[in-house]
């Protein structure tokens, strides 16, 4: 059972503009949400991550919007670059992040110059 | 660079043998996840250690194992490999104040021929 659904399984965005990766969750349960952004070759990285106390949650060009009732929350780069050409996961946990990490399928990026 | 280290960065063994990756998390961190990440399954949570103690268990086949060390490097052991065990093993550790932040290792690549 997938518990984080994650779309689109590929995108493509051109320099500058904005690139908008969604996730959907089934858990109620679930009550940390992070990202992670993997290059080739290398780990994931968290890249940002928020509770669901909040609705939105900004780190420069990243932004998390959160839908509690709708239990989705999405990722939004803004200004998208070539170097933000990368794998992105989404993923949930329980217990404020003390649980293990559930992760989507992941989104690969490509900002084309 | 994350901190966390894995060895070896890339393996390649025959079906039905057995082999060990390493892991060792960040100095100070005490909990240790393994990760197994394959084209079509994504990220899928393994086990997890927390100070020599297992903490968690999530979609590893008993043919796998591991165990944490007392100077908290972790190993995993996989044995009467498949064709199907190949693929990225991944090793995270989550420092003590910040248990939801899991940083994630380079990985070790594994084929089975």
């Known amino acids: 059972q997938q518990q984080v659904k994650q779309s689109p399984q590929s995108l493509i965005v051109q320099k500058g503009g904005i690139s908008i990766i969604n996730c959907a969750y089934e858990?109620?349960?679930?009550?940390?949400f992070p990202w992670y952004q993997q290059f080739p070759g290398k780990g994931p990285a968290l890249l940002i991550a928020?509770?669901?106390?909040?609705s939105e949650k900004k780190e420069g060009r990243f932004t998390i919007s959160f839908n509690k009732s709708a239990k989705q929350f999405s990722l939004h780069i803004m200004d998208s670059q070539p170097g933000d050409s990368a794998t992105y996961f989404c993923a949930a946990s329980m217990n404020s992040g003390y649980s293990t990490l559930t992760f989507g399928k992941g989104t690969m990026l490509l900002v084309s110059p | 660079d994350s901190g966390v280290t894995q060895t070896p960065k890339h393996l390649i063994t025959a079906t039905g043998q057995r082999v060990t990756l390493r892991c060792s998390p960040r100095s100070g961190d005490l909990s240790v996840y393994w990760y197994q990440q394959s084209l079509d399954q994504g990220l899928q949570f393994l086990i997890q250690?927390?100070?020599?103690?297992?903490?968690a268990k999530g979609n590893i086949l008993e043919r796998f194992s591991a165990q944490q060390f007392p100077d908290l490097h972790s190993e995993l052991n996989l044995s009467s490999l498949e064709l199907g065990d190949s693929a990225l093993y991944f090793c995270?550790?989550?420092?003590?104040?910040?248990?939801?932040?899991?940083?994630f290792g380079p990985g070790t690549r594994l084929l089975v021929l």
């Open positions: 995270a550790s989550s420092p003590r104040d910040r248990r939801e932040t899991q940083y």
């Open positions: 250690y927390y100070n020599g103690e297992e903490r």
């Open positions: 928020i509770r669901p106390d909040v």
């Open positions: 858990n109620t349960a679930f009550d940390y």
